[in-house]
């Protein structure tokens, strides 16, 4: 068998040595175009010169390092049989390979453990994906403490971390940290991917940024519990290993039972943060999300939220309905409080039908006057959870996730309900299909918002079968209702990640509407997410979870970038409020399809003055906002660089209306220039780029390019 394996992106090459074994990464990076000479990889690979006091054979790091093997960092596989084979070393038995895929079988003949790695590398997007499937070959149980989903050797230009930490209402905040000696552990057990700890991390060389620096950028694919390890050895060797964090005991495999780990996906790009998140956006458009989220245009939103929150009044929703309508609004959500007794959120959770005194005849006056206004109806449930006041939970208090005789700790008043109970999965698989089959409902905003701790199922950690078992219930609705959208939302951004995305056309991004920290959410979700699927509200003149008062300009053009829509009472607008926001309205669904199609660019300006914006694929068209975050440390301005056009287009550049008046007049020479748009050739945007006033601070312009 041919040692040597080799899967080929369009930019990317991974190459793996099988010769030892348990493969070794010889190489992953550019694309090497001449594969005869690959065997080059495997000439002049001496480690070490001295031997003193290290083992006798230098142990490779592999793809799935070990610690039967001499290895002592972190291996990658945690276990034992009683005591025993606590420390395994796998024999390659078979391999299956395709073009894009390789799928290794090893044997550990002593510990009774079969183990497949599955390898896959998207040939187009050139991202790759990874997953382990252990299985126990004994007779008698084996305990998993941590299987690797997989591991990768770094190479030595590896020096910066990029990790993505956070909280309610300020998601994937970035955080930048120099290469750790010894090991270094981000770990979320909160049962849900969290808003705490995002499942990713970029690994690069010093500096990197948007536009330049060879990077790596890993993501799991999880929706529960996980680990991402990253490790540098007194000796210099560098690793990354994630993988699903399991509770003791959670996963213990009886005779022939496996463990499939979630999907890794990684990818290296050559330049930098932008290239990387291209990459993981197309990705994500083909492979992951469902085909509704890229077909069909995304329809403005609106959602009754922080209009109404519980006060669910039939001529406040019909007035709200109306002015949405006017506004030009698509789909009309319903939010908390619509189902029985749902006054507050002390109650009711779990008692899916409509409240006999907001809805006396159910949801179909309103929903029917949501479709005669020109609308599609939303509605919000969060099936996971139940507040032990409500009927559910009085009639069933065994259906939650628990570790009695341990208190029952409620988050926001609510337990977790045990879905991996079928009798429990059925019941909100029938409420829901109830609703969906009654109503004419469109789309449902899936909520899950607390934390899971002691999620225990008869006193067994049960965090991995209900995320499991939250997938299955997902699939199971959406098998029966095809053409229902569902977001992801847990109390702002708490669950996103590539596994949710398979069942869900959209994501809340966070519960904070303040436009200032949307801009710093928004620009670390976009590293691995595109924006069409990124729920993105204009909030209230004063922010409800900051109490910070932004101008409605800020607020539009930040959520324009995103899953545009609405979240305030639109009945207290002022006039000129409700004329600028049909403008934006009116200037998203202009924009939507390059928005939403396109590729997207974060700018690298400076801490003060932050830019965003997208290119079409034709280069023909772009959009771009400049956000004024601070007041900058000096008086002039920086040059403003442009990225993504193309250097030989001619370019018109415009401010979109409505433009403060001030910048407008400093910017342009003249009203004709407003009007008609200054040329500039695409090099000179990129290379030079041009110079802006420094505007006040939170304050934010657009600007349109194309080629006339
Ligand atoms: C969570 C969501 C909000 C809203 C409330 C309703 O906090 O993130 O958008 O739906 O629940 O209770």
Same mark, same amino acid.
């Not at 869900?504 to 509407?513: F, G, K, P, Y």
């Given at each position: 068998m041919d040692t040597l394996h080799t899967l080929q992106g369009q930019k990317t090459s991974y190459v793996l040595d099988s010769s030892l074994g348990m493969p070794v990464c010889r190489y992953w990076g550019q694309r090497l175009h001449d594969e005869s000479h690959l065997d080059d990889l495997l000439k002049l690979q001496a480690k070490s010169f001295q031997a003193a006091a290290l083992l006798n054979q230098l142990v490779p790091l592999t793809i799935f390092p070990e610690?039967?093997? $001499?290895?002592? $960092?972190? =291996?990658a596989l945690s276990g034992h049989r009683a005591q025993q084979h606590w420390a395994t070393a796998f024999h390659l038995n078979s391999l299956q390979q395709s073009p894009d895929s390789l799928n290794f079988q090893f044997i550990e003949e002593h510990a009774q453990l079969s183990l497949t790695l599955e390898i896959l590398l998207d040939a187009e997007t050139d991202v790759l994906q990874r997953r382990t499937i252990l299985q126990n070959l004994g007779n008698t149980p084996y305990h998993l403490n941590w299987c690797a989903a997989a591991a990768f050797e770094l190479p030595h230009w590896s020096q910066e971390l990029l990790m993505f930490h956070g909280n309610w209402t300020n998601e994937f905040q970035m955080v930048r940290q120099p290469f750790p000696i010894g090991t270094l552990s981000r770990e979320n057990? #909160?049962? #849900?991917? !969290?808003? *705490? %700890?995002?499942p990713g991390m970029i690994i690069g060389s010093p500096q990197f940024c948007e536009t330049s620096g060879e990077i790596y950028g890993f993501h799991l694919g999880w929706s529960g519990n996980h680990r991402i390890l990253v490790e540098c050895s007194a000796e210099g060797d560098r690793q990354i290993q994630l993988g699903e964090l399991l509770m003791p005991g959670e996963q213990v495999l009886s005779p022939d039972e496996s463990y499939t780990s979630p999907w890794t996906y990684s990818c290296y790009a050559q330049d930098g943060l932008n290239e990387l998140s291209h990459k993981f956006h197309t990705f994500a458009r083909k492979h992951i999300l469902p085909q509704r989220a890229m077909r069909t245009p995304r329809p403005v939103q609106f959602n009754t939220w922080e209009a109404l929150y519980f006060d669910h009044e039939w001529e406040a929703l019909k007035s709200l309905v109306q002015k949405a309508s006017d506004l030009g609004i698509e789909r009309f959500v319903l939010d908390d $409080?619509?189902?029985? *007794? #749902? *006054?507050? &959120?002390?109650? +009711?959770? $779990? &008692?899916?039908? =409509? &409240?006999p005194t907001k809805y006396p005849d159910g949801l179909k006056p309103l929903i029917d006057c949501v479709l005669e206004h020109g609308m599609e109806f939303g509605l919000w449930v969060e099936p996971e959870m139940v507040n032990p006041d409500s009927q559910l939970y009085r009639q069933h208090p065994d259906w939650v996730l628990n570790l009695d005789p341990l208190p029952r700790t409620t988050g926001r008043n609510q337990l977790v309900l045990d879905l991996s109970r079928s009798e429990v999965s059925d019941y909100l698989f029938n409420s829901l299909n109830k609703l969906l089959s009654e109503y004419s409902i469109s789309y449902l905003k899936w909520d899950m918002n607390r934390d899971l701790t002691m999620a225990g199922h008869e006193g067994t950690p049960a965090y991995h079968q209900q995320t499991h078992a939250l997938y299955a219930l997902l699939n199971r609705l959406r098998e029966c209702h095809p053409m229902v959208e569902i977001e992801s939302c847990a109390s702002g951004g708490g669950r996103i990640d590539f596994g949710i995305l398979k069942y +869900?056309? #959209?994501?809340?991004? !966070?519960? %904070? *509407?303040d436009a200032l920290l949307r801009q710093k959410i928004q620009r670390g979700y976009s590293v691995f997410f595109p924006p069409e699927i990124m729920g993105a509200h204009i909030g209230p +003149?004063?922010?409800?979870? !900051?109490g910070r008062k932004l101008s409605l300009q800020l607020r539009a053009h930040t959520a324009l970038f995103g899953h545009f829509g609405m979240e305030l009472d639109l009945r207290v607008l002022s006039p000129e409020e409700n004329t600028l926001l049909k403008q934006y309205i009116d200037l998203y669904k202009q924009q939507r399809d390059l928005l939403h199609h396109g590729q997207n660019y974060r700018l690298e300006l400076d801490d003060a003055r932050w830019g965003y914006g997208v290119v079409s694929l034709d280069q023909k068209r772009a959009l771009f906002c400049l956000i004024q975050m601070e007041v900058p440390l000096n008086r002039f301005s920086q040059r403003v660089r442009f990225c993504g056009l193309n250097p030989n287009y001619q370019y018109r550049l415009q401010l979109l209306p409505p433009v403060d008046p001030s910048i407008h007049k400093l910017l342009l020479q003249s009203e004709n220039d407003y009007e008609n748009g200054i040329l500039m050739q695409g090099e000179m945007l990129l290379k030079s780029g041009i110079l802006l006033p420094m505007p006040f601070p939170e304050t934010s312009i657009l600007i349109q390019l194309d080629v006339p």
């Open positions: 610690q039967g093997t $001499g290895f002592w $960092g972190n =291996p057990r #909160r049962g #849900r991917t !969290s808003h *705490n %700890s995002f $409080g619509w189902f029985c *007794n #749902r *006054n507050d &959120d002390h109650r +009711a959770l $779990g &008692d899916w039908w =409509p &409240d +869900a056309e #959209r994501v809340w991004t !966070s519960d %904070s *509407n +003149a004063e922010c409800h979870t !900051s």
